[in-house]
């Protein structure tokens, strides 16, 4: 698997950037994970969008499927210019709350199917687990196994879903995992994470590799990075554009 960071900022971009927005590659071609305010221009410069495997959202706030309601629009003109899809777009989110869910079909462009956390499904011919996690609207963290490797993305989570976090993460290749807030701050925000706590739970998952996702623009990201190494001094920051081989 490869996993590209297509926009790392939360809950709105910074100048230039881009919110939540990661593809990963695997056996059967190219999944999108959550599609925030600027992840569709950037997709497009890696990906015909509709060569597109799947799309798989944690959940519907604006910052994580922003983009989704102007990629739709892609793959429905895609059509009309000679250029369809063989069959719909898978797409996977959460069931939850169902009229949220509702919205993400259009046209017969999608082929949506919504999961309720504990299940298992296989996206891409890629093996993936979901769980809930601590936030105001009901998100599912994903753990993503394919040819031995494992990669595991929190979604937005507070603290009190840390254990079912860490048990979803034990022993991972990589942890995507988000850090919106600073300790140091003293900040604290609802199903939200602090670079030290989201370190923690690396440390105690015992994770192979640490990228911290989800960063608020007004913080300078090397402050979040400094704070995690307090705790796991391999941590690394999701860079946008960076690639990371899971091999």
């Known amino acids: 698997m ?14 230039g950037g881009a919110c939540s927005g ?12 959550d599609c925030g305010p600027g992840v569709l221009a950037r997709l497009r410069q890696r990906v015909d969008v509709p060569q597109l495997a799947a799309v798989f959202y944690s959940h519907y706030h604006p910052d994580h ?17 000679g250029r369809p899809r063989p069959a719909p777009l898978p797409l996977y989110g959460p069931a939850r709350p169902a009229e949220l869910a509702g919205r993400m079909p259009y046209k017969d462009v999608f082929a949506p199917r919504f999961l309720d956390p504990g299940e298992r499904v296989t ?16 998100c599912l963290a994903s753990a ?9 993305y929190s979604g937005d989570t507070g603290p009190e879903a840390a254990d079912a976090l860490v048990e979803l993460a034990r022993g991972a290749d990589l942890l995507l995992i988000e850090a919106s807030l600073l300790a140091r701050r003293g900040d604290r925000a609802p199903g939200h994470l602090t670079a030290r706590q989201a370190a923690a739970i690396a ?23 400094a704070e ?13 554009g960076a690639t990371v081989v899971l091999s």
């Open 2 to 15: 490869r996993l590209t960071i297509l926009g790392r900022d939360g809950p709105y971009p910074a100048p």
């Open 22 to 33: 990661y593809l990963l590659e695997g056996p059967e071609g190219p999944v999108l994970i």
């Open 65 to 81: 499927v922003g983009d989704h309601f102007v990629l739709r629009y892609v793959l429905d003109i895609a059509r009309h210019l």
């Open 123 to 138: 996206v891409a011919g890629i093996e993936v687990e979901v769980r809930a996690t601590d936030h105001p609207l009901p």
């Open 144 to 152: 993503w196994s394919a040819g031995g490797r494992r990669l595991v």
């Open 203 to 225: 440390r105690e998952a015992g994770v192979g590799r640490l990228l911290l996702t989800h960063l608020l623009p007004e913080y300078d990201p090397e402050a979040v990075l």
């Open 228 to 240: 995690a190494r307090e705790v796991f001094p391999e941590a690394e920051l999701a860079e946008p």
